[in-house]
């Protein structure tokens, strides 16, 4: 039987993290737009040949009706029921009118701008793009949204897990109902607060967006509720599936769901996430157009829950033998000692509000506004004095957006763009009617690839030169949005992260160093050998470098476990909190997998080098793209984090087997000490051990009976 325990503590982190990165990795690794509607203003036979011409773009990309009325196609774009308009030019004009909504998604608005275009030049017309539905400027990169959204998805579900173990009494019906409704009010208003105030993401229209956060949160729990009601601890993993997993790629928040399979457009339609996302769009940036559809996808949610959770309740009671007792001896979290009725209600709701304001607060802050600061580009020239002359110009054109540096040698400059140490250089004409010449590499990063290009497009277009451009490494065919590196490296932290956090929680007797690294070792590389399979073999991902992706991986996840267990031996499970913060959500934005790392806050630029999360997500960029460029470098950084921890590790055991014998205990040997060492590391240990540990009175039931542990 503990053989089967153990076995299951495996399963849990890694149907977790197979299910979360199976489906992004998946559904974004390589997306192609798919039926996406755009409407053609017109009429005649030239507007039907558009749309016949659009229809046929890139095998079925669009779904294009005729419009002959402006204002109605405009209609159409702002209810979202199209996602861009082409006005075609009167007889004898030349210029076509491009209308997108921003506000209905910012992906999804470059997309069309993408596919309309050429057809517009291959009519010889210029084309005059107008928003119909502008991001405000505090949200440019059009992100707060699903921030909002996974706010109220985590608030609604993460609490039932401590609730289930800590505080199973709050689960009737009776007692959840105005906790869930207080909870609701409180949570969303400190999501506004965050996005509002302080970041200045948003602004305005609190009522509404406490309107929309207690139907989805309600929605949510309650369907939580439901589960735990129906298969109690294991409802984490279904719920995590539905609430975040599946809501990402369905949401229409991060990437739009006309280039998602077709499967997430029937799910945008259903989960509550997509709904409460669009509901915020509606009210933010389109008036409250198009809200109803989706408040009403948040009520039925609601009360099937409700109405489900009752018939569950009445048939197999609130929540088992200790529904009705609330002062039961129970530990605060999963794993850890019992706690009293305060320090377990504190745990429950301090733990998803520290997440909460951790993953809006840090992901808004930082990647809110993307503003290119200090991006490096090497500017070439004949001589050293043209390019310094040339250099010199564009710093009092374009002030601290780029640091420019320069030289004569077009190959030495190139070479600087693989080894990262730069993210373009400029040519400058050889001749007076010449052309210059840009090489980046979007493989190195395809937000800075498209930043430095429309950049430089615009600078040749203003002094009237030609400017060609030279991808010197460019994405392949299955990582067309350049996530894939962002997604393996992620995989690596979570399978590190997981595997201790659910040790902790569901074996805490597993203390020892000798017993931990047998076990991580073979995890670290178990899983880096199913996630290349994943990646590259079932997905298509990652194609090929299968040796150095399951060794880097391998290395990289013990290392994360080193780490993860530094934190859950000295706090117990509240010790996931500060690796989440260190290792997962300060990584993000200075990794430069989403957004170049140029276009952040700069404490993210310092801390590029230091964090584990940008070190693993530059070794899958050198092995994929660059021929393990660099790699030796940012593998150290991994490494080193994980032979520091190993050393914190053995201080740890040191300190708990010179505890052990000032108490007389052995435990090493699996004695009393042995089951009680790690929480005598933490935070607020219970004091010194007695041979005989005092009685203690729990209730059952409306009866309170006196026994001793053992």
């Known amino acids: 039987m503990k053989i089967v325990e153990n076995v299951f503590l495996f399963v849990i982190p890694f149907l977790m993290v197979t299910m979360m990165y199976a489906t992004y990795m998946g559904t974004m690794h390589s997306p192609k737009t798919r039926d996406m509607p755009v409407a053609v203003v017109g009429s005649g036979a030239v507007a039907e040949a558009v749309v016949g011409e659009l229809a046929s773009v890139q095998d079925g990309a669009l779904d294009a009706r005729l419009v002959a009325d402006r204002s109605k196609a405009l209609e159409l774009l702002k209810d979202r029921e199209v996602a861009g308009v082409l006005q075609i030019p009167a007889d004898g004009a030349t210029e076509a009118n491009l209308y997108t909504a921003q506000g209905a998604g910012a992906a999804q608005a470059g997309m069309v701008k993408?596919?309309?275009?050429?057809?517009?030049?291959?009519?010889?017309?210029?084309?005059?793009?107008?928003?119909?539905?502008?991001?405000?400027?505090?949200?440019?990169?059009?992100?707060?949204?699903?921030?909002?959204?996974?706010?109220?998805?985590?608030?609604?579900?993460?609490?039932?897990?401590?609730?289930?173990?800590?505080?199973?009494?709050?689960?009737?019906?009776?007692r959840f109902l105005p906790l869930l409704a207080g909870w609701a009010v409180v949570t969303s208003t400190l999501t506004w607060l965050i996005l509002g105030p302080v970041v200045g993401a948003i602004d305005g229209h609190y009522l509404e967006f406490v309107g929309v956060a207690l139907l989805a949160t309600s929605a949510v729990a309650l369907g939580q509720l439901l589960l735990v009601k129906v298969i109690g601890g294991l409802a984490v993993l279904p719920g995590?599936?539905?609430?975040?997993?599946?809501?990402?790629?369905?949401?229409?928040?991060?990437?739009?769901?006309?280039?998602?399979?077709?499967?997430?457009?029937?799910?945008?339609?259903?989960?509550?996430?997509?709904?409460?996302?669009?509901?915020?769009r509606s009210i933010f940036y389109f008036g409250g157009r198009g809200v109803g559809p989706h408040l009403l996808t948040l009520g039925v949610w609601l009360v099937a829950a409700l109405a489900l959770a009752f018939l569950v309740e009445r048939r197999k009671g609130a929540a088992g033998p200790t529904a009705d007792a609330p002062d039961a001896p129970l530990p605060a979290m999963a794993g850890g000692p019992v706690r009293s009725k305060r320090v377990r209600y504190f745990a429950v709701a301090a733990f998803p509000l520290t997440i909460l304001t951790v993953v809006v607060g840090l992901m808004s802050a930082s990647m809110h506004q993307p503003q290119i600061r200090d991006m490096p580009v090497v500017v070439v020239g004949a001589s050293q004095e043209q390019a310094t002359q040339a250099a010199d110009g564009l710093k009092n054109g374009l002030g601290d957006l780029l640091a420019l540096t320069t030289s004569t040698s077009v190959g030495e400059a190139t070479d600087q763009i693989r080894e990262g140490k730069t993210v373009g250089v400029y040519v400058l004409p050889t001749s007076k009617d010449g052309a210059a010449t840009l090489y980046t590499s979007s493989a190195a990063g395809a937000s800075q690839h498209s930043a430095l290009r429309?950049?430089?497009?615009?600078?040749?277009?203003?002094?009237?030169?030609q400017l060609e451009l030279t991808d010197v490494k460019p994405l392949n065919d299955s990582d067309s949005n350049g996530s894939n590196s962002m997604y393996a490296a992620m995989s690596w932290i979570m399978s590190g992260f997981l595997i201790m956090a659910v040790m902790r929680?569901?074996?805490?007797?597993?203390?020892?160093?000798?017993q931990l690294l047998p076990m991580l070792a073979g995890w670290a590389v178990g899983m880096s050998v199913w996630l290349w399979f994943l990646f590259d073999v079932l997905i298509g991902a990652i194609n090929g470098h299968a040796w150095s992706m399951i060794g880097f991986g391998a290395l990289t996840i013990f290392s994360i476990s080193m780490f993860t267990g530094v934190f859950t031996r000295t706090l117990g499970i509240a010790g996931v909190i500060p690796v989440l913060v260190i290792a997962l959500m300060a990584g993000v934005p200075a990794s430069g997998g989403g957004i170049s790392i140029y276009m952040v806050p700069g404490i993210f630029r310092d801390l590029q080098d230091i964090l584990p999360l940008p070190a693993a997500v530059d070794v899958v960029r050198a092995t994929v793209y660059f021929d393990h460029t660099g790699v030796g470098g940012h593998l150290g950084t991994i490494a080193l984090w994980g032979a520091v921890c190993l050393l914190l590790h053995v201080a740890i055991d040191w300190a708990i087997a010179r505890r052990d014998r000032g108490r007389g205990t052995d435990a090493a040997d699996g004695g009393p000490g042995g089951d009680q060492t790690a929480e005598a590391l933490t935070l607020a240990p219970t004091g010194p051990a007695s041979p005989e540990p005092p009685p203690r009175t729990v209730a059952l039931r409306g009866r309170r009976t006196t026994r001793r542990r053992s």
């Open 240 to 280: 995590m599936l539905m609430w975040v997993v599946f809501g990402v790629p369905s949401s229409n928040l991060a990437m739009s769901i006309h280039s998602m399979p077709g499967f997430f457009g029937f799910l945008h339609d259903v989960l509550p996430m997509p709904a409460a996302g669009e509901a915020l």
């Open 114 to 174: 993408q596919l309309l275009v050429p057809v517009a030049a291959g009519h010889d017309w210029t084309t005059k793009a107008e928003d119909v539905a502008p991001l405000p400027a505090g949200d440019s990169a059009g992100i707060v949204m699903l921030l909002a959204a996974i706010a109220m998805m985590l608030v609604g579900y993460v609490p039932l897990g401590g609730m289930t173990a800590a505080l199973p009494h709050l689960l009737a019906l009776r």
């Open 454 to 465: 429309g950049m430089f497009q615009q600078i040749a277009a203003s002094g009237h030169t």
């Open 505 to 514: 929680g569901g074996a805490p007797e597993i203390k020892r160093l000798r």
